[in-house]
């Protein structure tokens, strides 16, 4: 699970929480690997403080342009952010499975790689 410059959005700052959201993800992956259900607890918290505030950052600057499609993309912010609590809240009772781990991967790296490339084009007007 890597991070490659095919994901890049020219933003530094972007680019830099992408690169982290990837880690958070190898890092969840090896605890599943490993069996580690206190890293992979650990990593989901790190993990949602991350998302947190990843998505208002990219948030904010989105509003400094004209992309149409902001209000959407906060829409899918909200829904991804109440998923994840809703997973933090069921791992305190039962172990990450690879389920959750799953659809941790798949949405975010869809997310990065199809979502957030759609709003490059409206960065570089700046
Ligand atoms: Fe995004």
């Known amino acids: ?3 490659t410059p095919s994901l890049a959005t020219g933003h530094a700052t972007i680019d830099g929480q992408h690169r982290e959201l990837f880690q958070c993800l190898a890092d969840l992956e090896q605890a599943a690997a490993e069996n580690s259900t206190m890293f992979a607890a650990y990593t ?3 993990l949602k403080h991350y998302v947190r505030d ?3 950052d990219e ?3 989105l509003r400094a342009t004209d992309y149409p499609g902001l209000e959407a993309h906060i829409a899918e912010h909200q829904r991804f952010r109440a998923q994840l609590s809703e997973l933090q809240v069921q791992s305190v009772n ?3 499975t690879p389920e959750m781990q ?3 991967v798949d949405w ?3 997310h ?5 490339l759609d709003y490059v084009p409206y960065l570089k007007q700046k």
């Open 1 to 3: 699970m890597k991070w």
């Open 44 to 46: 989901l918290t790190r």
């Open 54 to 56: 990843h998505f208002a």
């Open 59 to 61: 948030e904010a600057v």
């Open 94 to 96: 039962t172990d990450i």
């Open 102 to 104: 799953a659809f941790l």
């Open 108 to 110: 975010l790296v869809n």
């Open 112 to 116: 990065i790689a199809r979502v957030d």
